[in-house]
């Protein structure tokens, strides 16, 4: 009792300095907009519980981690994004890097691929193999995998939109290698929420593309049961600037969209959820980003398991990966980069990630150079074998201001789960621009901050070198992909069995009108090389195509 | 015409779904007490001029981060003198590197700006290249 009383009064003492001392005339909100008190102390855990609210690693409900010795076990995949030109440049990249060691590869598409349309589309025109690969037919897909065993690979594609067909078209390559369907691994991004909130890639309403994530769901679970069938995706959503907790709240909510759609379906939950991953931003404020990863784990768990009823533990599981801020990054001194991607990727590591991919100093400007990308990789290694940090589990948790912060994330969390409730749920506040509206009001309200100067960002807004020119390089087009490709796609069309193309491209019709999985008629109408932009305009006959009111 | 609104019709051409941009200078245009046409994503150049005529817009801002800032703003400001509109302001911005900003500027389009460029100073811009254009009418 002594002890408390002395304790109230050293509070009282405390304050009473710091409201008397001096204090800098500065914005001590997060770059969220939080506010944060300039002490956290037990008082402020008054309702904690640690075994409710924390748990051990790999323990229920996993804010401490996914994994027991986290990363003594395993130190996260360190897995850069990259992307070029043709099916063979791709190709021979892939088995450049196999060589190196790596073991699992990522597959970046051009836009018309992203956009489910074939290189000789007239919105095409310039686009072709200018972000990642074109891929028009199942020919170029055997191209891009030709002589890489897809049994012993993990294979990343970041598609989606026309997910299923381009997956299909992977599959089809695999049969062709001799490789059965439960050998193959990796993970499909096959987030279209997240495309109709941030990143505004898609070709249907919302309704069919989540039909074809549950045909999907459902098949692989089936017969492709190691393949992560989608990536819940964070990251864009925080790009197209949103709060954390934003990204936080949209990201899960869409994750429960996907559940939610799966079990009416009649899938079983255990049946589907494990193969669920996540994909978060990690942004300039430090703890605020680990808050908001120690959140994300608790939240899926808690609804997982108390929600929508998972026994399997793996399906409470939220395994994520991350990628560090684009939008952090500045044209302006460049090497600065360097520092905000490191202090990104700590987070990201506190924070318990699976795997990382941290960004190059130059990304604001082109496509990285070798260079960069090189020093962007060593960041991680330092942050894993130097800094000493991958020795304990969660060393964060207990403190007061990431427990306080964590609980606050959640909260926030759950407003926004009960708002898009009474909106109706994801698709509904999507259709209204709720999700929208709300990211930009934060993307606003921090540009407004910007401007006045009370957001700091180095050598855009503060510490400005006056002397510096900005100079933009010019993207370097290789000038012969898109010829090469046009001619390809025009070859395959003359070789392959036109009658067979249609009747598939009928059969596909009629199931999508139907209720039929459609993952059996894809996997038809690529193996007789029908290309992803016939695929694109049959369904499009039967689902109709989608604009967004353009909300602000 | 003194009292009227500065009309501006905001629109992004192209397979390109980077929004986050021409949004918050929506808002910002808004704030700064003018009218704002958002016309949306994946708008071709013929639509972007026709709604300007339609709108009787005094600036048109093409938001281009896809790299073909060069076809987009070149084909708008053809179509624009084309249907007689060559009096207006095309402006906009995006990754665009400084020689491609020199040649569209030679072709008679305004400021382009680029990655931290400051949302008062769009607004500011806009405004007096609308108080010369107005003084320049007066004048005559």
């Known amino acids: ?552 | 015409m003194s009292g009227k609104k500065i009309k501006v019709v905001l629109a992004k051409p192209g397979l390109d779904g980077h929004d986050r941009g021409v949004k918050v200078i929506a808002r910002s245009l808004v704030e700064h007490g003018m009218e704002v046409v958002y016309l949306g994503l994946q708008q071709t150049p013929e639509a972007i001029v026709n709604a300007a005529i339609e709108e009787d817009a005094d600036v048109i801002g093409l938001s281009v981060l896809s790299g073909s800032h060069m076809t987009q703003f070149k084909r708008v400001r053809e179509l624009m003198l084309e249907h007689g509109i060559g009096d207006r302001l095309l402006t906009g911005g995006g990754i665009i590197p400084d020689k491609d900003r020199d040649r569209l500027v030679e072709l008679g389009i305004g400021r382009l700006f680029g990655p931290g460029a400051d949302i008062d100073e769009i607004a500011n811009y806009i405004k007096e290249w609308a108080e010369s254009r107005s003084a320049g009418t007066a004048e005559t």
């Open chain 1, 1 to 552: 009792m002594t002890k408390n009383r002395d304790d109230t009064d050293n509070k009282a003492l405390w304050l009473k300095n710091y409201w008397e001392g001096r204090l800098r005339d500065a914005d001590f909100t997060t770059l969220s907009g939080q506010e944060v008190e300039p002490l956290y102390t037990p008082d402020h855990l008054a309702d904690f519980d640690p075994d409710r609210d924390l748990g051990y690693p790999g323990q229920y409900p996993y804010t401490r981690g996914v994994h027991a010795s986290m990363y003594r076990g395993r130190l996260w995949t360190k897995r850069q994004f990259a992307g070029m030109g043709t099916a063979e440049q791709t190709n021979q990249r892939f088995h450049f890097l196999l060589e190196k060691g790596q073991t699992g590869l990522s597959v970046a598409f051009d836009n018309p691929t992203l956009y489910g349309r074939d290189s000789d589309h007239p919105l095409s025109l310039g686009e072709v193999g200018k972000t990642g690969v074109a891929v028009d037919t199942l020919a170029d897909m055997e191209i891009v995998f030709d002589r890489i065993p897809l049994g012993d690979v993990s294979t990343s594609m970041t598609i989606n939109a026309p997910a299923a067909w381009i997956f299909a078209m992977f599959l089809a390559t695999a049969e062709k290698q001799g490789i059965p369907f439960d050998r193959i691994r990796g993970t499909l991004q096959n987030d279209i929420l997240k495309e109709f909130i941030a990143q505004k890639e898609w070709i249907f309403p919302p309704e069919p593309h989540l039909r074809l994530i549950t045909d999907l769901m459902a098949f692989c679970s089936e017969q492709v049961p190691q393949y992560n069938t989608i990536s819940i995706s964070g990251y864009h959503i925080r790009e197209a600037g949103s709060t954390a907790a934003q990204e936080l709240a949209f990201t899960l909510a869409d994750g429960f969209t996907y559940v939610e759609k799966a079990v009416a379906a009649g899938l079983d939950v255990d049946s589907f959820a494990p193969r669920l991953s996540f994909f978060f931003n990690s942004h300039l404020d430090f703890f605020e980003e680990i808050a908001k990863l120690r959140a994300a784990r608790r939240i899926w768990a808690r609804h997982l398991r108390e929600k929508y009823g998972a026994r399997n533990p793996r399906s409470w599981l939220c395994r994520f990966h991350v990628q560090t801020a684009g939008c952090s990054l500045t044209a302006q001194q460049p090497e600065n980069n360097i520092v905000r991607t490191a202090l990104e990727a700590l987070a990201a590591v506190l924070g318990g990630c699976q795997s990382l991919h941290t960004n190059s100093m130059d990304e604001a400007l082109a496509l990285p150079s070798e260079k960069a990308v090189e020093i962007a990789l060593r960041t991680q290694q330092v942050i894993a074998f130097e800094s000493g940090v991958t020795n304990i589990a969660d060393p964060l948790g207990g403190s007061y201001f990431i427990e306080t912060l964590t609980n606050r994330m959640e909260e926030q969390a759950e407003e926004y789960f009960s708002k898009l409730e009474r909106l109706g749920g994801m698709v509904a506040a999507i259709e209204q621009g709720f999700p929208q509206k709300e990211i930009t009001r934060s993307a606003y309200e921090y540009q407004k901050a910007i401007s006045r100067g009370t957001k700091y960002h180095i050598g855009v807004n503060h510490f400005i070198n006056e002397q510096e020119k900005l100079e933009i390089p010019v993207l370097e087009i290789d000038e012969n992909v898109e010829p090469d490709q046009l001619r390809r796609l025009t070859e395959v069309r003359r070789d392959r069995d036109t009658n067979a193309v249609q009747l598939r491209l009928e059969a596909l019709k009629k199931s999508a009108a139907g209720r039929d999985n459609l993952i059996p008629p894809l996997l038809e109408c690529v193996r007789v090389y029908a290309s992803v932009g016939e695929i694109t305009d049959s369904l499009i006959k039967v689902f109709g195509t989608y604009r967004e009111p353009p909300f602000y």
